[in-house]
């Protein structure tokens, strides 16, 4: 698979607006580092070791004049205190073999460099083995000359304060952007946190937009918008609750004035008639109510789902016991009306409860007639009656599967249509825990 760099930054915007303030940061500081240690640094080291080896070099020839021991210790008595250079002779002794890696190899290879220009004679040295002070040894026809110089005469110490100072800053630098982002990225969140509530049926009253004005101006358009969603809904249950008084009372007087007919096959026809107005009217109240006041509350999913098949003949599979925060009196709504739909057309109507993928699954089989694929979506729109598929919806107005999707979806969960091993309908409530 090809590499692509969208799958490799982060999602968030507070990562990212992390890494646009960071990264800049971080390849200027790496880049000044560089500099300093390439040429700054590396020169001032070049020049102490070329001081200390020039000593050495000095000494050594001195040394050579008149191979003496005591010789060796007027030379340590004349390098020791002003050049923080000792010499000391250790006779019939050779060089070693093994040599101890530094960690700043740039030091060996700057002091080897020096001395291998410096001396003309075999040496040795080693950066490592002591904290303060650098180990050289020349060999002499008399032994090994040692000499140990001060660490502070090869290596200059600037370079660990540069280095310190430098992490410090991106340290600091980097809480004080984290700080400041996550400022900005919080009511962002926020709004979003608030919209996904919204759209579940929620109370957002604690919402309060703040941040960049950017961000507030979104969270206002939002309230707005809620706001007339609002007044929508207001506006349709009260338009649609004066229609229920106005059509149910000359309904009212239909039945009685037919209660006091004789029961004959005209009469009957006519209240038939009237009971599927009736019918017909509840089902137009219920669809345009359908989103009540009700608040959501914990309840056991045992206990739901018992409520929701009792008197009916349903096959409920075993499932593990668990607490959801719901509507109860909507969703059981919403689950008798899959199971109503799939035993009004089957003979079989199974019910399972699955959790999967953080999602509660709750599906309903039947082993009817089902309903063509390309016609599944269409179910769902309000007043839509299907034909063709499961003998005809004679009985209801077609807001059945409307009422539910939406009852579903104020959970901020979804209904799906699909082919049932039973070889009928699959009707699946999803919905997020």
């Not at 400041?180 to 919080?186: A, C, L, T, V, W």
Request: hydrophobic letters at 45%.
């Amino acid at each position: 698979m090809a590499f692509s760099l969208r799958n490799v930054l982060p999602k968030s915007i507070f990562w990212r607006a992390f890494l646009i303030i960071i990264l800049p940061i971080v390849v200027m500081q790496m880049l000044v580092a560089w500099f300093f240690f390439n040429a700054h640094w590396a020169r001032v080291t070049s020049s102490l070791s070329d001081s200390v080896a020039a000593d050495v070099a000095v000494a050594t020839q001195l040394f050579r004049q008149d191979p003496t021991l005591e010789n060796a210790n007027k030379l340590d008595a004349l390098l020791r205190p002003d050049m923080e250079l000792s010499v000391v002779l250790r006779s019939g002794d050779v060089l070693p073999i093994s040599n101890r890696k530094s960690f700043f190899s740039n030091l060996d290879r700057t002091l080897r460099k020096s001395l291998t220009e410096a001396v003309d004679v075999p040496f040795w040295f080693d950066t490592t083995r002591y904290p303060n002070h650098i180990d050289i040894r020349v060999q002499v026809d008399q032994g090994v000359l040692r000499f140990v110089a001060a660490r502070e005469r090869v290596f200059a110490p600037t370079g660990f304060v540069f280095i310190f100072w430098l992490i410090t800053a991106t340290v600091v630098l980097s809480v004080i952007s984290i700080l400041f982002i996550r400022r900005q990225s919080d009511p962002i969140r926020e709004l979003a946190d608030a919209a996904a509530a919204f759209g579940k049926g929620q109370d957002i009253s604690g919402f309060k937009p703040r941040g960049a004005s950017e961000v507030r101006m979104a969270g206002q358009s939002f309230l707005k918008m809620r706001r007339r969603i609002g007044r929508h809904l207001e506006q349709r249950t009260l338009m649609l609750a004066g229609v229920s008084h106005d059509l149910r009372t000359p309904l009212t007087r239909l039945k009685l004035q037919l209660a006091m007919q004789d029961d004959n096959e005209d009469t009957r026809a006519a209240r038939r008639d009237v009971d599927e107005m009736d019918a017909m009217l509840s089902g137009y109240l219920d669809f345009a109510r359908g989103m009540g006041e009700e608040k959501p509350h914990t309840v056991s999913l045992t206990d739901f789902v018992a409520s929701a098949v009792k008197g009916r003949q349903v096959t409920v599979e075993p499932f593990e016991e668990l607490e959801i925060s719901i509507r109860p009196v909507m969703l059981r709504r919403c689950l008798v009306n899959l199971i109503n739909n799939a035993r009004k057309y089957a003979s079989i109507c199974l019910l399972s409860v699955q959790e999967r993928g953080g999602d509660l699954l709750i599906t309903v089989d039947d082993d009817g007639p089902g309903i063509p694929e390309s016609q599944r979506q269409a179910v769902f729109k309000a007043f839509q009656r299907l034909d063709d598929a499961r003998n005809q919806n004679i009985e209801g107005v077609g807001l059945g599967l409307s009422i539910a999707q939406d009852i579903a979806q104020l959970h901020g969960g979804t209904i799906i249509l699909g082919d049932s091993e039973l070889g009928g309908l699959r009707a699946t409530l999803r919905l997020p825990l």
